[in-house]
């Protein structure tokens, strides 16, 4: 149990006074009672030798009765004996009477033996005194001495001497309990003015500094020893008050510059308990301030590496072991206190004293995690451009092919009954070319530019149709959950078909035992950052949801990468196409999933700013026509297939191989007024001049030049933004003899209109 100052000083100061009160006590009652004694001793003798100078002659006469009638003029309260001896020490007279054998004391007989003077001793209750009678005869014979002819007895009683003294004891003993307690208030205010007060003082101050609160100065009472101490205190209070100042605005600036500063940043002792963590960290690691601070850093700064999933060592240790700055490994992610991860990278630094010494570490780092999206993101595209490097030759290459199949098998079928054998067979030809050509199609959304022929449209409408075509006959069913007024958006009906065909393509074949595919369209405004990839603006937002085996997690990160595949039956171009045309339509994809729950692809595609929806007949109108054509290609096959559809339709048809031949035929034909209606370009022409300057060479020549664009490989956005060029028309090959009809009639209508 604790004892404040206070009570022990009280304690003492009462202790202090009550002992010196009883010694006084003592001392007064010893004095007192030897004076008393004194003058009992004193009066006792003085009785005793009266008392014998009174009783000489009666005892000498033996006159009894006077002996008796003198011994009673002494009796007093105090005298309780009072007895006359003769030299043989018989009593002669006494008072009492019943007293008169008590017998004398022997050290008395002997005193008296020895023939000396008066004797007194103290019996206890009593005080016995003796003193001799003497006799001097008066008769002549008499040689004139004292003749010693008996003794006298005395006893005083003490009782009235006790009584005296304990009366004195009482008075004594009241007024020392007086005298302490005026002492004990007299000092105990005194010390607790000019000692206590001054100490419990400094003792509040300290306690308060204990507390956290600055320490107050305190009053100086007095010029000694304890007011030097107040005032050292006081000095020193304003010393801690001033430098506390210069603490808190260190502190300040250190909170304002870690509150600027764009890192997370995490500080330790050298045991890995945190002392401070920025707003930053806060963010990045999920905990508070007021919640990490006192913890080890492993429990707030969790770190796995994202590919093993391997927890990873505290950077702590490695600074201390070292004395160097530690970076973490790639790969490394940090497992925030609601579970969630995000990528980090840091670096950890000594924090030295002024003696080099290492007192604590300094973490820093930031989250990547947008970062490393972006770079995979460019990863992607820059996988997909040097692919699209060959694919596109390739590609272009194959499609000149397959214009000139594609071109025979459709002239081939106007010559032959639609209930033949053979017609049937051509139909199968035209319709696994036309595979090869979605095939090709695949290959050249990875070539360079490869920039979409865009239109407005509803992407409800695209959304519907590939699922009608995809779903007819399977045993998955669609769910449409669409917004109403859902912005229209500027995009390649082809291309966008195609994307929507490989996504429900994929569901199914992840449905093997059937499913549900859940189409969700709405739309969305997106501020500036939301998705890292996009602007800021309006956007159309389709997820498409199966309900199959979902996608591991080890394989999400290459599912759009060309070529790869999981199935034993693919090429691996399906979902890298897909990732390709949003990302040239200036959209974003995505995809989550998670192993037997579905997969879930999110898409962006940037809203139209138009709000008419462009319809196109899906059926190629063969309508024959008149007129005279020039085709410029360099490719044999090109010429010859193209020539026949055109004369089966009854157009003339003239050819040149490259733009410098089809710019002489042009002017020729010009100047002798036998100028052709439309010219039908190749874009790309090896070695020599291709659409893009010949256009501009014959709109030199004929500002009125009706001209078709062509080409099988599409890395020039002449192809996507053909009227920017000069160009009146545009035809995808590989085209058949229905669409070659259409374009040349859309062309030559709109010319002449």
């Given at each position: 149990?604790?004892?404040?100052?206070?009570?022990?000083?009280?304690?003492?100061?009462?202790?202090?006074?009550?002992?010196?009160?009883?010694?006084?006590?003592?001392?007064?009652?010893?004095?007192?009672?030897?004076?008393?004694?004194?003058?009992?001793?004193?009066?006792?003798?003085?009785?005793?030798?009266?008392?014998?100078?009174?009783?000489?002659?009666?005892?000498?006469?033996?006159?009894?009765?006077?002996?008796?009638?003198?011994?009673?003029?002494?009796?007093?309260?105090?005298?309780?004996?009072?007895?006359?001896?003769?030299?043989?020490?018989?009593?002669?007279?006494?008072?009492?009477?019943?007293?008169?054998?008590?017998?004398?004391?022997?050290?008395?007989?002997?005193?008296?033996?020895?023939?000396?003077?008066?004797?007194?001793?103290?019996?206890?209750?009593?005080?016995?005194?003796?003193?001799?009678?003497?006799?001097?005869?008066?008769?002549?014979?008499?040689?004139?001495?004292?003749?010693?002819?008996?003794?006298?007895?005395?006893?005083?009683?003490?009782?009235?001497?006790?009584?005296?003294?304990?009366?004195?004891?009482?008075?004594?003993?009241?007024?020392?309990?007086?005298?302490?307690?005026?002492?004990?208030?007299?000092?105990?205010?005194?010390?607790?003015?000019?000692?206590?007060?001054?100490?419990?003082n400094l003792h509040e101050s300290v306690a308060k500094y204990k507390e956290g609160e600055l320490p107050e100065t305190v009053q100086v009472y007095a010029e000694d020893e304890i007011g030097e101490l107040s005032s050292e205190f006081n000095q020193m209070s304003l010393a801690l008050k001033e430098r506390e100042e210069r603490l808190a605005e260190e502190k300040e600036r250190?909170?304002?510059?870690?509150?600027?500063?764009?890192?997370?940043?995490?500080?330790?002792?050298?045991?890995?308990?945190?002392?401070?963590?920025?707003?930053?960290?806060?963010?990045?690691?999920?905990?508070?301030?007021?919640?990490?601070?006192?913890?080890?850093?492993?429990?707030?700064?969790?770190?796995?590496?994202?590919?093993?999933?391997?927890?990873?060592?505290?950077?702590?240790?490695?600074?201390?072991?070292?004395?160097?700055?530690?970076?973490?490994?790639?790969?490394?992610?940090?497992?925030?206190?609601?579970?969630?991860?995000?990528?980090?990278?840091?670096?950890?630094?000594?924090?030295?004293?002024?003696?080099?010494?290492?007192?604590?570490?300094?973490?820093?780092?930031?989250?990547?995690?947008?970062?490393?999206?972006?770079?995979?993101?460019?990863?992607?595209?820059?996988?997909?451009?040097?692919?699209?490097?060959?694919?596109?030759?390739?590609?272009?290459?194959?499609?000149?092919?397959?214009?000139?199949?594609?071109?025979?098998?459709?002239?081939?079928?106007?010559?032959?009954?639609?209930?033949?054998?053979?017609?049937?067979?051509?139909?199968?030809?035209?319709?696994?070319?036309?595979?090869?050509?979605?095939?090709?199609?695949?290959?050249?959304?990875?070539?360079?530019?490869?920039?979409?022929?865009?239109?407005?449209?509803?992407?409800?409408?695209?959304?519907?149709?590939?699922?009608?075509?995809?779903?007819?006959?399977?045993?998955?069913?669609?769910?449409?959950?669409?917004?109403?007024?859902?912005?229209?958006?500027?995009?390649?009906?082809?291309?966008m078909s195609q994307v929507f065909n490989n996504l429900i393509i994929n569901a199914v074949q992840a449905m093997p035992d059937g499913g549900k595919i859940v189409f969700t369209v709405s739309n969305s405004a997106l501020s500036r950052h939301e998705i890292p990839t996009l602007k800021e603006g309006t956007y159309v937002n389709i997820s498409v949801k199966d309900t199959g085996t979902g996608i591991p997690e080890e394989y999400l990160s290459r599912i759009?990468?060309?070529?790869?595949?999981?199935?034993?039956?693919?090429?691996?171009?399906?979902?890298?196409?897909?990732?390709?045309?949003?990302?040239?339509?200036?959209?974003?994809?995505?995809?989550?999933?998670?192993?037997?729950?579905?997969?879930?692809?999110?898409?962006?595609?940037?809203?139209?700013?138009?709000?008419?929806?462009?319809?196109?007949?899906?059926?190629?109108?063969?309508?024959?026509?008149?007129?005279?054509?020039?085709?410029?290609?360099?490719?044999?096959?090109?010429?010859?297939?193209?020539?026949?559809?055109?004369?089966?339709?009854?157009?003339?048809?003239?050819?040149?191989?490259?733009?410098?031949?089809?710019?002489?035929?042009?002017?020729?034909?010009?100047?002798?007024?036998?100028?052709?209606?439309?010219?039908?370009?190749?874009?790309?022409?090896?070695?020599?001049?291709?659409?893009?300057?010949?256009?501009?060479?014959?709109?030199?020549?004929?500002?009125?030049?009706?001209?078709?664009?062509?080409?099988?490989?599409?890395?020039?956005?002449?192809?996507?933004?053909?009227?920017?060029?000069?160009?009146?028309?545009?035809?995808?090959?590989?085209?058949?003899?229905?669409?070659?009809?259409?374009?040349?009639?859309?062309?030559?209508?709109?010319?002449?209109?």
């Amino acid at each position: 149990m604790s004892v404040s100052l206070k009570t022990k000083v009280t304690a003492f100061i009462a202790l202090v006074v009550i002992i010196i009160s009883m010694v006084s006590t003592f001392l007064f009652i010893s004095v007192h009672k030897k004076s008393i004694e004194r003058e009992i001793i004193a009066r006792g003798i003085t009785m005793a030798e009266s008392l014998a100078r009174a009783v000489n002659k009666g005892l000498a006469s033996e006159n009894l009765e006077f002996i008796k009638q003198v011994a009673g003029i002494v009796h007093t309260k105090d005298v309780n004996l009072a007895q006359v001896y003769t030299t043989l020490w018989q009593a002669v007279d006494a008072y009492p009477v019943e007293k008169l054998n008590d017998p004398p004391d022997p050290a008395a007989v002997k005193h008296f033996e020895t023939g000396e003077g008066s004797f007194y001793k103290n019996n206890g209750p009593w005080f016995d005194f003796y003193s001799p009678i003497f006799y001097k005869p008066s008769d002549e014979t008499s040689d004139n001495r004292n003749i010693l002819i008996g003794y006298v007895r005395l006893r005083l009683s003490t009782e009235q001497v006790r009584k005296t003294i304990k009366e004195a004891v009482t008075a004594n003993i009241l007024v020392s309990v007086l005298i302490t307690l005026i002492a004990v208030v007299v000092l105990n205010a005194f010390i607790r003015k000019y000692v206590l007060r001054p100490i419990l003082n400094l003792h509040e101050s300290v306690a308060k500094y204990k507390e956290g609160e600055l320490p107050e100065t305190v009053q100086v009472y007095a010029e000694d020893e304890i007011g030097e101490l107040s005032s050292e205190f006081n000095q020193m209070s304003l010393a801690l008050k001033e430098r506390e100042e210069r603490l808190a605005e260190e502190k300040e600036r250190l909170a304002v510059t870690l509150r600027s500063i764009g890192d997370a940043v995490i500080v330790t002792d050298i045991e890995g308990t945190i002392t401070l963590i920025n707003r930053i960290a806060e963010q990045h690691t999920g905990w508070t301030a007021y919640e990490a601070v006192g913890k080890q850093l492993s429990m707030v700064f969790n770190i796995i590496n994202e590919k093993t999933r391997e927890h990873c060592g505290n950077p702590v240790e490695k600074v201390i072991q070292t004395g160097l700055i530690t970076g973490l490994a790639n790969h490394t992610a940090l497992i925030r206190k609601d579970g969630t991860e995000v990528i980090i990278e840091d670096s950890a630094a000594p924090i030295r004293d002024k003696k080099s010494v290492t007192i604590g570490v300094v973490l820093v780092f930031r989250d990547v995690t947008e970062k490393r999206r972006m770079e995979e993101e460019l990863l992607k595209v820059e996988k997909l451009q040097s692919i699209g490097l060959l694919a596109g030759g390739i590609a272009h290459d194959f499609n000149n092919v397959l214009t000139s199949i594609i071109g025979n098998i459709s002239m081939a079928k106007m010559y032959m009954e639609t209930g033949n054998k053979a017609y049937e067979r051509l139909v199968g030809a035209e319709t696994a070319s036309r595979r090869a050509a979605d095939l090709t199609y695949q290959l050249l959304t990875f070539s360079k530019g490869g920039a979409p022929v865009r239109k407005s449209a509803s992407i409800v409408d695209t959304i519907k149709e590939s699922a009608r075509f995809i779903l007819s006959g399977a045993n998955v069913a669609s769910e449409f959950m669409i917004s109403e007024d859902i912005w229209n958006v500027d995009v390649d009906a082809g291309q966008m078909s195609q994307v929507f065909n490989n996504l429900i393509i994929n569901a199914v074949q992840a449905m093997p035992d059937g499913g549900k595919i859940v189409f969700t369209v709405s739309n969305s405004a997106l501020s500036r950052h939301e998705i890292p990839t996009l602007k800021e603006g309006t956007y159309v937002n389709i997820s498409v949801k199966d309900t199959g085996t979902g996608i591991p997690e080890e394989y999400l990160s290459r599912i759009f990468d060309p070529y790869f595949t999981t199935k034993q039956r693919g090429s691996g171009l399906g979902l890298a196409s897909v990732y390709s045309i949003i990302k040239r339509h200036d959209g974003y994809i995505t995809v989550e999933s998670k192993p037997t729950r579905g997969a879930t692809f999110h898409i962006y595609l940037p809203a139209s700013r138009s709000r008419s929806v462009s319809k196109t007949s899906k059926v190629d109108t063969i309508a024959a026509g008149q007129g005279k054509i020039l085709v410029m290609d360099d490719e044999e096959l090109i010429r010859d297939i193209s020539g026949k559809m055109l004369s089966s339709l009854g157009y003339a048809v003239a050819f040149a191989q490259n733009g410098t031949e089809a710019i002489e035929m042009y002017q020729k034909a010009l100047e002798a007024e036998e100028p052709f209606d439309v010219v039908i370009m190749d874009l790309t022409i090896p070695g020599g001049i291709g659409g893009k300057e010949a256009i501009q060479k014959l709109r030199a020549v004929d500002p009125d030049v009706k001209a078709i664009v062509s080409s099988g490989y599409s890395n020039d956005p002449i192809m996507a933004d053909h009227e920017k060029y000069g160009f009146k028309g545009v035809i995808v090959k590989p085209y058949s003899i229905g669409s070659l009809s259409k374009s040349l009639s859309e062309v030559i209508k709109l010319c002449s209109a």
